[in-house]
T-cell receptor
């Protein structure tokens, strides 16, 4: 079992729809969870982080964390073509080690 | 505030050679992590340095090594290059203050694209 799992996609949504990206992790001791966006040929850029159970909203983005289910998700409301990218879920485990999922490719169709 | 910088941006080497990549973190950041990114394997953790000490290491062979200087700049070295080492090498910096700091967030540099022929 991989430490951080994501559906590789591609996930295709129409412009204006909600895109839902999911991530599961195996280390129950993990405390912090991050979502990064990576455009083709570019380095990952941070979207947001979450460490408490529940929802955290930042503009069109909402991160959701359920530690009991070891599940974290990212919702993108009013999706735009410019949101088309690979979304990486990252988990900060003990020992200063951040583990990344393989990423989900998102396509937003105009 | 300037972001994370990496040099060189592109590198072409042949099998058997060695290579050194450099990373300058965001000012004030003391933690530097290195990752290898390939299409098939995604982002793989190499190692993390804080205050010139390696605090954690991923599952890479000993050919991959790194170090951090007193000004927090970091270098990674790959010796005896193999074709499979062709990848994008990313470094990320963070404050890295203490374990349990839930908000310690990594910021990535642009990466070094290494091609091994």
């Amino acid at each position: 079992q991989k430490e951080v799992e994501q559906n590789s996609g591609p996930l295709s949504v129409p412009e204006g729809a909600i895109a839902s990206l999911n991530c599961t992790y195996s280390d129950r001791g993990s405390q912090s969870f991050f979502w990064y966006r990576q455009y083709s040929g570019k380095s990952p850029e941070l979207i947001m982080f979450i460490y408490s159970n529940g929802d955290k909203e930042d503009g069109r983005f909402t991160a959701q964390l359920n530690k009991a289910s070891q599940y974290v998700s990212l919702l993108i409301r009013d999706s735009q073509p410019s949101d088309s990218a690979t979304y990486l879920c990252a988990v900060l485990t003990g020992g200063f080690k951040t583990i990344f999922g393989a990423g989900t490719r998102l396509f937003v169709k105009a | 505030k300037a972001g994370v910088t990496q040099t060189p941006r592109y590198l072409i080497k042949t099998r058997g050679q060695q290579v050194t990549l450099s990373c300058s973190p965001i000012s004030g950041h003391r933690s530097v992590s290195w990752y290898q990114q390939t299409p098939g394997q995604g982002l793989q953790f190499l190692f993390e340095y804080f205050s010139e000490t390696q605090r954690n290491k991923g599952n890479f062979p000993g050919r991959f090594s790194g170090r951090q200087f007193s000004n927090s700049r970091s270098e990674m070295n790959v010796s005896t290059l193999e074709l499979g080492d062709s990848a994008l090498y990313l470094c990320a910096s963070s404050l890295g203050s203490w374990e349990g700091d839930h908000t310690d967030t990594q910021y990535f540099g642009p990466g070094t694209r290494l091609t091994v022929l």
